[in-house]
Structures are given as structure tokens and as C-alpha cells.
């Protein structure tokens, strides 16, 4: 069973890897100035990192409680309607 795992974690490494060299060859190769190649990589960085902190308020707004906490349980005293 964990020679299926250790086959998929692989080919997971050898895609994103490979997609990672083939980024920085098109880079390298575009015919763009490099003034204009870096801003391009600044601003992806830019975006990138704005979503990843947007994803990361997402997932900390799914994964905390949805209570409002001790104070407001009921503790069988009397109620009004």
C-alpha cells in the first residue's frame, strides 16, 4: 500500500518540478526585456501572496468554532418568552 503512496508523491514531485523548470525556460527565453520579465515576476509573487493570505482567513474562518461560547449556554434556571 505505501508503494502507491510513495509512486503518487512521486509523480507529484517529477509535475510540479517539471512544470517549475519549463516556467523558468519560457522566462528565460521570452523575448521581453528583463525590466519587464521582473515585473511580471514581482507582481505573480504580489498576487500570489494576497490569495494565499486570503485562503489562509478562508480556512481559519471555516475551521473556527461556529459557538458563541460559554457565556451563552443554557443552564436550566428560568426563562422568559
Same mark, same amino acid.
Given at each position: 500500500?505505501? =508503494?502507491?503512496? #510513495?509512486?503518487?508523491?512521486? @509523480?507529484?514531485? @517529477? ?8 516556467? $523558468?525556460?519560457?522566462? *528565460? *527565453? $521570452? +523575448?521581453? +526585456? ?5 515585473? !511580471?515576476?514581482? #507582481?505573480?509573487?504580489? =498576487? ?6 486570503? *485562503?489562509?482567513?478562508? @480556512?481559519?474562518? !471555516?475551521?473556527? +468554532? !461556529?459557538? !458563541? %461560547? @460559554?457565556?451563552?449556554?443554557? #443552564?436550566? %434556571? #428560568?426563562?422568559?418568552?
Amino acid at each position: 500500500m505505501s =508503494t502507491n503512496n #510513495d509512486n503518487a508523491a512521486a @509523480a507529484v514531485i @517529477a509535475f510540479v518540478s517539471g512544470a517549475v523548470i519549463g516556467a $523558468a525556460a519560457a522566462l *528565460l *527565453l $521570452a +523575448p521581453a +526585456p528583463g525590466s519587464e520579465i521582473r515585473g !511580471k515576476i514581482s #507582481d505573480l509573487g504580489e =498576487t500570489a501572496a494576497e490569495r494565499m493570505r486570503r *485562503l489562509a482567513r478562508e @480556512a481559519k474562518f !471555516k475551521v473556527s +468554532p !461556529k459557538t !458563541k %461560547g @460559554a457565556g451563552y449556554e443554557y #443552564d436550566g %434556571g #428560568d426563562a422568559w418568552i
